[in-house]
T-cell receptor, first 111, second 116 residues
Framework: QKEVEQNSGPLSVPEGAIASLNCTYS??????FFWYRQYSGKSPELIMF????GDKEDGRFTAQLNKASQYVSLLIRDSQPSDSATYLC???????????FGSGTQLTVLP | GAGVSQSPSNKVTEKGKDVELRCDPI?????LYWYRQSLGQGLEFLIY????????KSGLPSDRFSAERTGGSVSTLTIQRTQQEDSAVYLC??????????????FGPGTRLTVL
């Protein structure tokens, strides 16, 4: 069983809508969680990280973490066509430094 | 340099050949990671270096894979006797050392390896 699961999509939303990306993890020792955006043919870039239960907002992005349910989500408000990319969820456990990635969700924002 | 650099950007090799992939991390970053990404998949951890400590090799898929980091900076990932299933994008990342629960890993552009 993969440790970090994401709906592979593709997910399509109209421009201006809220895009909701979800991720579950199986390792209860996971302490911090990361959302990376990856444009086609490019390397991943960090959007947000979260390690406390609740919501964390940064501009149009909100990360949500529920450790009891082992669930992480990323909301993108006022979605733009430039947000079209693959979004990778990753976790980090305990003292480990490497990240465990999900397979990614492909998001398309339609003009 | 401003970011993580990797070379070559593309490598095509024949099955059974050895290949070397290079990573130059961000100056001052003590941690260096290798991941690989197969087509349509997430990133798979391979190996992690932190300063002068012994590397964490727990992600290496077979003994054909090895990596070294010289002088705490540049790293080379070597794949011996390449197989077709080794075809993937090999990504290197680096980060500063910190004790926080987060540490941002900055990724290089990757090396696309194709084994014919």
């Amino acid at each position: 069983q993969k440790e970090v699961e994401q709906n592979s999509g593709p997910l399509s939303v109209p421009e201006g809508a809220i895009a909701s990306l979800n991720c579950t993890y199986s390792d209860r020792g996971s302490q911090s969680f990361f959302w990376y955006r990856q444009y086609s043919g490019k390397s991943p870039e960090l959007i947000m990280f979260i390690y406390s239960n609740g919501d964390k907002e940064d501009g149009r992005f909100t990360a949500q973490l529920n450790k009891a349910s082992q669930y992480v989500s990323l909301l993108i408000r006022d979605s733009q066509p430039s947000d079209s990319a693959t979004y990778l969820c990753a976790s980090r456990s305990g003292s480990a430094r490497q990240l465990t990635f999900g397979s990614g969700t492909q998001l398309t924002v339609l003009p | 340099g401003a970011g993580v650099s990797q070379s070559p950007s593309n490598k095509v090799t024949e099955k059974g050949k050895d290949v070397e992939l290079r990573c130059d991390p961000i100056s001052g970053h003590t941690a260096l990671y290798w991941y690989r990404q197969s087509l349509g998949q997430g990133l798979e951890f391979l190996i992690y270096f932190q300063g002068n400590s012994a590397p964490d090799k727990s992600g290496l898929p077979s003994d054909r894979f090895s990596a070294e980091r010289t002088g705490g900076s540049v790293s080379t990932l070597t794949i011996q006797r390449t197989q077709q299933e080794d075809s993937a994008v090999y990504l290197c990342a680096s980060s500063g050392w910190d004790r926080a629960v987060y540490n941002e890993q900055f990724f290089g552009p990757g090396t696309r390896l194709t084994v014919l």
